[in-house]
């Protein structure tokens, strides 16, 4: 392992986590304002068209791999960076008052992460390696008002099971604590802190955190009420 | 003489690989106008008395400025207090009857010497390894107020220097990391101009040493911050990853 310099050490660690989670931060940006297509109610068209171009764009196509690697990295990194730093106190205190000094996710950031893999590997299921890799799983859907290949109704079908619509809110939930310290923290690790833009960084991360994954959890739910149709 | 009752619940571990457990301590007469190390020195003068092992524990000025005294009081580093280190936290901040747990440092690159006695030669190593400046000291000084410096960097220096190597950082980290007191090291001399030819040097090096000692990653939690006894800030852990950054790109 490096003892200096951009890979292996402490302080790359964090830069690369940083990186990649706003790398990340961007990608939900994007993801979320696509999926948000089913609100025009018209039957998941206007969805289905902007689906069906990340599906076939080869710059999009390929930012896909770029996506997959961008994650890997971080969840790599970050279960590296969690099990040194358990390992760092190998005794632990018999009492301690951690309240008094943090916050309970910032202190949670390892398994808040977990969570989101857990759902993420859910998910990709559900949607990416079903539609892309499972010949005729779209086929029960048939097309929609403009004749094109229906994922909305695929979605609707997923979101028809109570269940999942739980998991979904679940793991929202767990971004929106993983967001609300990552935000902030990502902007750290790259030393940028000042005092004339830290307010500013802290007011847009907890915007983002709370506004994206409530934005993404009023989906399923709002399609298994039967609101978007 | 005062007359609070307490309990105290105190790590003893004989030393380096014996194995240690808290042992509970009643301790009466306790006046609210004592430090918390002359309670403790109470608690010994009776043990002595009784024939039994005093509690081992770091002290040395005794007025807040040596860095020695350390202690987990109550779940937090340095006790209740805030900006505060042991020796100047009060018995009045406790009431009569309390029980309060009083534990060393934990962190596997502090290892207890006895009882309370951690060794903090990690931090001593770290700043050996890049904390100071090289200048030449066999006749030919330079005249300290020669060179003009900003009120607001040298203000921003001192408050870095201000760091006394107690180690309640590492301790109050949930990943007992070091980076505040790395932070304020590198920054301390980061922000003169004096310390600016070696600071590429400085960085890597400190923080290599850093890793080395084992100490874990920082993950921006901000518990240092709030219990730093001299208040150091975070701002010096982000000027600390310019620095490593900058250094890392740059060097040759
Ligand atoms: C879309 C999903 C995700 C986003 C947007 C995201 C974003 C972020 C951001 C911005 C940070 C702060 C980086 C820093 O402190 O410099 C972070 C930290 C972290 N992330 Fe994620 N993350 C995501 C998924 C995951 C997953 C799946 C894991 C799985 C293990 C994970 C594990 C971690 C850990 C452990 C940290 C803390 C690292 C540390 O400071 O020690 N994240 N994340
Ligand atoms: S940064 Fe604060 S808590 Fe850490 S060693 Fe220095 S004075 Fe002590
Ligand atoms: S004994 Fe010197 S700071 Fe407490």
Redesign the pocket.
Known sequence: MAQQGLFGTSLAKKYWMALTGIFLITFLVVHAGINAMIFFNDGGVTFNTWAHFMGTNLIIRTMEIVLFLGLILHVVDGLMLWKQNRAARPTDYAFAKHNANSKWYSRSMGILGTLILLFLIVHLWHFWVKTRHIAGTMEPYGVDAAGQENLFALMADVFSNPLIVVVYVLGCFSLFWHLLHGFRSAFQSLGLNHKKYNGAIAFLGAAFAIIVPLLFASMPVAMYLGWVK | MGNMKLTLKIWRQAGPSAKGAMVDYPVTDISEDMSFLEMLDVLNDKLVREGQEPVAFDHDCREGIC?ACSLFIDGRPHGPSRHITTCQLHMRKFKDGDVIHVEPWRSGSFPIIKDLVVDRGA?DRIQAAGGFVSVNTNGNLVDANAMPIPKPESDKAFDAA?????????AACPNSSAM??VA?KVSQYALLPQGRPEAKERALNMVEQMDKEGFGNCSNIGA?EI????D?SLENIARLNREYLGASVAKE
């Open positions: 860095g931090f201000a760091c006394i190597g107690c180690g309640a950082c590492v505040l007191f304020a240092c219990e730093c006894p001299k150091i």
